[in-house]
């Protein structure tokens, strides 16, 4: 007497009205598999390890965020706040933040070398407005 494995514990277990078995088209680790989001986030976390790289001391201690939009309904002491990203200082033992916003930055650019630029420069400029220094002191780079 033979014991087979029930359905739900083979690999593939379905095969709708004859059409073949039932598995991804694609793999994890081809690009078509990886999101607008996944990709921008990759993009921002290569920033940071970048920019950590040449000013340790001063992106340690920031914690960085990204957010699909910025708020629709900003409270009144903000000013004019940023459209692609925004700086909060430190204070009240909350370490210092800066938040990226993916869907204003993703509309912006036509294409991925436009939105790797748009990161960095983002990224520095918030940094400089939080340490109270120039962009180019902190990337020579920026704007350009």
């Known amino acids: 007497m033979t014991h087979e494995l029930p359905p739900w514990h083979r690999a593939v277990y379905r095969n709708t009205h004859g059409r073949g078995v039932r598995r991804p088209t694609f793999g994890t680790r081809l690009p078509r598999y990886r999101t607008r989001c996944g990709v921008f986030d990759d993009l921002v976390a ?62 912006q650019t036509r294409n991925r070398m436009e939105l790797e630029l748009i990161i960095r420069d983002e990224l520095v400029q918030q940094l400089a407005e939080l340490y109270g220094r120039s962009p180019e002191q902190i990337d020579p780079m920026w704007g350009k």
């Open 46 to 107: 290569a920033q940071i390890r970048r920019l950590s790289s040449g000013w340790p001391e001063l992106v340690r201690s920031v914690q960085f965020g990204v957010e699909d939009v910025p708020p629709s309904d900003p409270t009144p002491w903000d000013g004019t706040s940023g459209v692609y990203s925004r700086s909060f200082p430190a204070g009240r033992g909350v370490p210092p933040r800066i938040i990226l916003y993916r869907m204003p930055i993703q509309h």
